[in-house]
Each structure stands twice: as structure tokens, then as C-alpha cells.
């Protein structure tokens, strides 16, 4: 059974820094297609960051240059490290992974961890 459980969320003021894990079990994350993909309410869920099974990287361009996605083999775990946040940057935020990378859909989400940044 895949679960993949996030950590990190939490409130911090516009400029902060937060580093989100998530950490997977029956899912190895090495050579594997993942992402993080947010919420904010009344908004449509957009994917942030993707890192590929050779760690090519994509970001959404709001977000580029601020938020890093890596991945620790070892630790089975993916991240997402967020700075110079900003308030636009609030919503629920979701790792996902996928079973077979060429697809389009997601198999596995995390249940989320909330980011708030006030101004």
C-alpha cells in the first residue's frame, strides 16, 4: 500500500521560509516521477514543481527561482524547499507521484499540509 505523507506546513510572514517533506512508503521515490502541486480555496489545484525519473526539474513560473524540489533517496523522501514566500504562496500543499511517468495522471497523493503566509 503507497502512502505519501506530508510534513512542514505551517504559518510564517511574507519573506519566510518553509521546507515541506514528503515521505513515502511502498513507493521508492528514486528514478520516479513526482511533484508538488497546491490548493488555495476557490482556486483550481496547480502543479508547483515537478522532478522527473532523471531529476529534470520544472517550476511554475511563480514560483520560479524561490522554491527548490529535491529529492533524498536514502530517506525515501521528496521536499520542497520554499523562500522569500509571499501571501500568494497560502494554500494547501499536495506531493504526488507517479507509477509510470510517461502517463499524464497522478497515482498517489498525500492527504496535504497547509501553508499560510501573512503580510
Known amino acids: 500500500q503507497v502512502q505519501l505523507v506530508e510534513s512542514g506546513g505551517g504559518s510564517v510572514q511574507a519573506g519566510g521560509s518553509l521546507t515541506l517533506s514528503c515521505a513515502a512508503s511502498?513507493?521508492?521515490?528514486?528514478?520516479?516521477?513526482m511533484a508538488w502541486f497546491r490548493q488555495a480555496p476557490g482556486q483550481e489545484r496547480e502543479g508547483v514543481a515537478h522532478i522527473d525519473s532523471v531529476g529534470k526539474i520544472q517550476y511554475t513560473d511563480s514560483v520560479k527561482g524561490r522554491f527548490t524540489i529535491s529529492r533524498d533517496n536514502a530517506k525515501n523522501t521528496l521536499y520542497l524547499q520554499m523562500t522569500s514566500l509571499k501571501p500568494e504562496d497560502t494554500a494547501m500543499y499536495y506531493c504526488a507521484a507517479k507509477n509510470v511517468c510517461w502517463r499524464t495522471e497522478y497515482n498517489y497523493w498525500g492527504q496535504g499540509t497547509q501553508v499560510t503566509v501573512s503580510s
Open positions: 511502498g513507493y521508492y521515490v528514486i528514478s520516479k516521477c
